[in-house]
């Protein structure tokens, strides 16, 4: 919509693939949303809504589904922190009260005999058991207590009810013994589900912290302190008071504070944790450094162009960031799951129950076997499935030079058959350099580049900028081109001594019927090389051509190659001739291109792809790139390129190096694989283990699980999940 706003949130509460299920639906059903997604790995909300609400309202309705909502993006590494801070501490308190609660319920079997005296021994398993429930286990309780309020219920409704089943069971017995009776006390299990499920939250929260490790990595790049000339004095102020247009100087070994361009001195700057280029890359005068890279060898001062989130470094961690709040489509399986997936147990529970009172009202398995259905149960690996993978995923691809905006892209990766690459800046280095300067006489030898690079100065095309660069090299002296006009996609035109001059490619001096005969072979020749022609006549007269050279990167041939491998169709876009095109394509292995294209015609091609029914990546690097990125399927802007092509891309490729392109597509089928091992490993649990859980097989087979093997069970389920994560961060994307 045309209103349309988007807001993230911090949100406190939430545990479950439930907590997110309650409050997605609980948002998006409000009149003005558009759509709410969730994310539990790192508890935030990213909401896009118009005018019909506001913000407050969104936070009420939050806070209404019982959740702490707060506008801003969360703090991913703090909140990390925190949490397992927390978890520890309740872990540990919890695990000093159940060990000796273990050995006393156990005794008559360590021992031989029940320690203190069957009452005692029940009275103090009670107290120990109360302490670590409603103590150490006070936050679970309290979340069950709020959900039952808004007559809901979630994972941590099914931790407690299992734990509290245990403990008023236990309590009902403590009962009959002080009246002379005797049964089964479960005062143990019922603590060691919540010291169980604790262990599990702090292992989990120690794996979440590991999958943000990138991003921490990132942020710890930029320096505290920065060096500033001011009125020629050395002065050490902060960062954060950097501003455009600042002079600092950067030491040796230090890094830069800010983005800039150098000043003085040549340094090699190691920029491998923005690039995830190894070697340290040569800088001159006027080239660009950005903040958070380091210096090797040589002080240099650098005037300031962007500082504080403005940085390129910060729109890195930005894009991270933003990247954890997209779900993979693959995920909406399990939010429908998750949606019904408490209400099922419980229902099995109760059937469980009827079940076995009916059929064996004295039998232990009657409390045992609910108390591990409600615990097993628990759809917490469903909730952590994707977006941990995500997490771990867009972490790594950061490290590599490659940002993703989210999960959704990855998926969309691993379904790209077409991929569409911009020649200029792309496959090729995008610095053409001169090759060939040729008149058609020798009176206009010294007059052709003089001429064509007087009216090529005001341009900022690449092919103006080589020709321009290459009469000062020559030191030659500009004349004044008067009326000059711009043909896109074509060249351009003007005066000179009153004289009209034309000067762009063949199918321009083909319109205006210009014979270019002479030069025709040359011109084939040079093409033949995929070089670049430069056509230029005076009067409807040709006068001579100049000829450019656009390096091949030295790399494109093999990612062609490899390439080829993964999807069905490759293809070349480029403004050149025909065969200066097809000189450039035969080069690198391709077969399929597109010559003489103009700007506004990328976008037509890859909508002509798409209606052919192929799923489209285009890769590109300029602003006449920027429409193309954005309708293809997937766009991918070259990290050099300019900051319209980066916006309008899913994927910006930091290292100007085409193998970034193979791994994304190595990454992204990795990725998507994980998180259908981590989906499967999810359902699948809960379908074989809440049959053992309720007894199904007891009467048969004697198969069975305690409430604490399920709270075992559950905890190592999350844990599975998280850790398989992880193992995007190692695997080999080369």
Partial sequence: MANSKELTLKIEGMHCASCVAIVEKGINKLEGVDECRVNLAIHS???????????????????ELGYKATIGRPDILAANEKEAKSAKEAFTISLGLSLPLMVIAMSPMLFGQVLFGTLYNAIIQAVLSGVVIFYSGQSIIFDALKQTKHLRANMNSLIAMGSLSAFFWSMYVLYKIINGGTDLLYFESGAMIITLILLGRYLEAKSKGKAGEAIKALLNLTPTKALALINGVEIEIDTSVV??????????????????????????????????ESLPVEKKEQDLVYGGSLNGNIPFQMKVTASGEKTFLSSIIRLVSDAQSKKAPVQQLADKVSAVFVPIVLGIALITAISWYIFAPNDPMFIRSVISVLIIACPCSLG??????????????????IIIRGGDVLEKVTKVDSIIF?????????????????ATSEKLADELLKIVASAEIQSEHPVAKAIVKQAKRENIEFVKIKNIESLPGAGIMGNYNEREILIGNKRLMVQNKIDISSLEQTAELEMDKGRTIVYAAMDNHIIGI???ADKIRSEAKEVISNLKNIVKEITMLSGDSRKTAGGVARSIGLDSFEAEVKPDQKQMIVT????????????????????????ADVGI???SGTDIAIESSDIVLVKTELHSVEKLFVLSKQTLRVIKQNLFWAFIYNILAIPIAAGLFYPIFGLTLSPMVAAAAMSFSS?????NSLRLNKIDIS
């Fill in 45 to 63: 909300a990213t909401v896009e809504f118009n005018n019909q609400i506001s913000s407050e309202k969104i936070i009420k309705e939050i806070e």
């Fill in 243 to 276: 501003k455009e247009g600042m002079t600092l100087l950067v030491r040796p070994g230090e890094r830069i504070p800010a983005d800039g361009t150098i000043l003085e001195n040549a340094p090699f700057i190691d920029e491998s944790m923005l690039t995830g």
């Fill in 384 to 401: 952590l499935a994707t977006p941990t993978a995500i997490l771990a995923g867009t972490g790594r691809a950061a490290k590599e030079g």
């Fill in 422 to 438: 911009d020649k200029t800046g792309t496959l090729t280095h995008g610095q053409l350099e001169v090759t060939l300067v040729q």
């Fill in 546 to 548: 100049i000829t450019l």
């Fill in 608 to 631: 002509s792809l798409q209606k052919a029914g192929y799923t489209i990546a285009m890769i590109g690097d300029g602003i006449n790139d920027a429409p193309a990125l954005a309708k």
């Fill in 637 to 639: 802007a070259i990290g």
């Fill in 719 to 723: 844990l599975f999940v998280v850790s």
